[in-house]
């Protein structure tokens, strides 16, 4: 039985009583730790529930009528908070899959029950229908924590004292977010932070925590003080959800492709594009949180592409298109608000959707822009379809070619189907020989897209580097600013005139510190420009060099230190691929035979053993002195590469080298069987 190892209760109200009543509801309670009933009352208050729930902590609550315990989903919500954590489970049904009487379970279950069950026993049947896996867990909060910190009293009007007092919550507020940010980082807990900047600090920050917050409690506990407040409370559920206690299946139909332009904030806002630029849902609204925003979307579909309107991406936009697996499209710089304007009202001139407010217009501009940026690939995959008289699902050709694969390709693996056999002897053998060459291209194709997506992950990974120096760079500036506030507060004439001469020494002390500490924090960010410089100029490299490699202008070589076991397996090796080993010496069989099964193509190197080149050279990999390419080497950007043709050219004369080699030997060697067949027949 699926649940007989767990603690259950089970509860029924008594007769005569009501939750919506006055007077306090009564219950029958039982809870089973197995098959053993470890408690049991015929009649028990809400109060007394919560300490037998307290002392005896059981993993799930049973219950024929989740009204029985509170009228409404907000009442039920609130009497939930009171309670230790457990699943509620209601045994009879769910609004959207039925509901049947608890007896009828009872008997098709063949669980015994008398005629009339009372309360009691009809809590016990609860618990044994719990333990065959019978019954919906019912949701009723989020596995998310909302931490929301702000002032605990309003500023109020006037005064000297007014612009102290904000100065100061501002830079408390911004302490004590930073202090949660480490805590949750500490204890690798996800979560997004939305913000609202204040002159000197924060004027209130909300955490929106992937956790639930039991575990939160543990570590971060809500607070009331004088100058700031922090809540720490679940998040519920806008509506109840009954979760089946055993897994049902779930005949989905195929997913919509989506285009999802996402606008992060304390308001955030939402739009959605298909492949066609069909708008599809516009929305915003306050403290989104991200499993609503992905819940939200996923309804509707799956986002191909996540979209943003600002450069560098925000990290709310970035982890929701990892949940995705989508592509994100930025643009270079942050678009204007005028630039967006244009797009949204061209693009709804002879609409009657609306935009009501910048949030939504924002999320819509970038969608759109995303999508114009393809709307000429689209209608040439129209145009080529046409042309090629294939039937190929459309949306399936547009999402590939999103991806980075050409029209060609993306129709070529949609549409490669073996095809079968014919009734003759020679067509079938002419059709066996394409398929295998039609798989073998395939092959190739996919070697060749790995090949390019890890450079795009390579890249992708630079960037994210770069967005990271970038915040760091930012927080650094926040640090000055308020290093420059501070140093202003302690140099103002009202200060001087309520100190003495020795709280001014000790203040211009202060001052000289904070120019010094200004004064690093300024090196700091100079250094942090120009990792950033450095980052964006490798990128513009790696990217050139990426589209030489495609053109079939260059190859680009495999660095390896030198001919060890360890080495080659901290190299990603592809078929095909040439190898420049630094240092060949003091490699064996072994590790030849790895380099052999990878099929690599060709080694550079020196000072290779003789086994190790015979090796190579009977398995057809060809070995060229470093001397020959030496001056023909390129290194840009820590990679290394040579000109396609002239590496050509050195693969060639060395294979024709080899080749004669071979030849002398060969002729070297039957010249030597002659020899000693003459010699033997003389002195026979």
Not at 401 to 411: F, Q
Request: net charge positive; charged share 30%.
């Amino acid at each position: 039985m699926p649940m007989l190892s767990k603690v259950i209760m089970g509860i029924d109200i008594l007769p005569m009583s009501s939750s919506s009543s006055k007077r306090k509801p009564k219950y029958a309670a039982i809870i089973f730790k197995e098959e053993k009933i470890i408690f049991k009352d015929e009649e028990i208050t809400l109060r007394k529930l919560n300490k037998v729930l307290t002392k005896y902590k059981p993993d799930i609550l049973a219950t024929d009528n989740i009204w029985e315990l509170a009228p409404t989903q907000e009442s039920l919500q609130n009497l939930m908070k009171q309670f230790p954590p457990f699943k509620l489970v209601q045994v009879t049904g769910s609004p959207s899959q039925g509901m049947q009487p608890v007896h009828k379970l009872a008997r098709r279950c063949g669980i015994h029950l008398t005629s009339h069950p009372t309360p009691i026993e009809t809590a016990e049947i609860c618990v044994r229908l719990v333990q065959i896996g019978i019954g919906f867990e019912v949701a009723l909060f989020e596995k998310e924590t909302q931490i929301r910190i702000s002032r605990t009293r309003n500023i109020g009007p006037g005064g000297w004292s007014q612009n102290r007092y904000r100065r100061h919550s501002h830079a408390v507020i911004l302490q004590s977010t930073r202090d949660i940010q480490t805590q949750l980082d500490e204890q690798g807990i996800e979560y997004d932070l939305s913000v609202r900047k204040a002159d000197y600090g924060l004027d209130k920050s909300v955490f929106t925590v992937y956790a639930a917050v039991s575990d939160i409690l543990s570590f971060i506990k809500s607070y009331n003080g004088s100058t700031i407040q922090i809540k720490v409370t679940p998040i519920k559920k806008k509506e109840m959800e009954f979760i089946p206690l055993t897994a049902q299946e779930d005949e989905s139909p195929p997913l919509k492709s989506l285009i999802v332009g996402v606008d992060p904030g304390t308001t955030t806002g939402i739009a959605i594009l298909d492949l066609n630029g069909k708008i599809l849902a516009l929305r915003s609204g306050k403290d989104i949180s991200r499993r609503d925003l992905i819940r939200y979307i996923a309804k509707l579909g799956s986002a191909v592409m996540i979209c943003s309107d600002v450069s560098p991406l925000p990290k709310y936009v970035e982890k929701v298109a990892n949940t995705f697996n989508s592509i994100i499209f930025r643009p270079r710089k942050s678009l204007k608000v005028s630039e967006k304007q244009e797009l949204v009202n061209n693009y709804l001139q002879n609409s009657k959707r609306k935009v009501s407010d910048a949030h939504i217009r924002d999320s819509l501009a970038c969608a759109l822009k995303a999508y114009f940026s393809y709307q000429n690939i689209f209608e040439k995959i129209q145009k080529r379809i046409r042309e090629m008289n294939v039937d190929v699902p459309l949306e399936k050709v547009k999402v590939l070619v999103m991806r980075g694969y050409s029209i060609y390709d993306a129709i070529s693996i949609l549409t490669f189907k073996p095809e079968e056999k014919e009734e003759e002897t020679i067509l079938e053998q002419t059709q066996h020989t394409d398929t295998d060459r039609v798989k073998e291209l395939n092959e190739k194709i996919y070697l060749l897209i790995d090949k390019n997506l890890q450079l795009k992950r390579n890249f992708d990974d630079l960037h994210t580097k770069n967005v990271k120096l970038e915040e760091e760079l930012e927080l650094q500036r926040i640090k000055i600013s308020e290093s420059q506030e501070r140093l202003e507060t302690v140099r103002s004439k009202s200060f001087y005139r309520l100190r003495g001469e020795r709280l001014i020494r000790a203040q211009e002390k202060e001052i000289n510190h904070l120019r010094k500490v200004i004064s690093e924090l300024k090196d700091q960010i100079t250094t942090l420009e120009n990792q950033i410089s450095k980052l964006e100029r490798k990128s513009v490299i790696l990217e050139e060099l990426e589209r030489q490699r495609l053109a079939n202008k260059i190859i680009i070589l495999k660095v390896v230190e030198n001919f060890s076991k360890e080495c080659l397996e901290s190299v990603e090796l592809f078929p095909n691929d040439v190898i420049y080993m630094l240092d060949g010496s003091g490699g064996g069989s072994s590790t030849a035979e790895q380099l052999i099964n990878n099929e690599i193509s060709a080694i550079i190197t020196n000072t290779l053993s003789h086994n190790a080149y015979e090796q190579f050279k009977n398995s057809g990999i060809y070995v060229i002195p470093t001397e020959e390419i030496q001056k023909d080497l390129k290194i840009r950007a820590g990679i290394y590469y040579l000109d396609k043709k002239i590496f050509d050219q050195k693969l060639k004369m060395y294979k024709q080298r080899q080749h004669e080699m071979s030849r002398q030997e060969a002729e070297s060697w039957l010249q030597n069987l002659v020899s000693d067949y003459r010699k033997r027949k003389d002195t026979s």
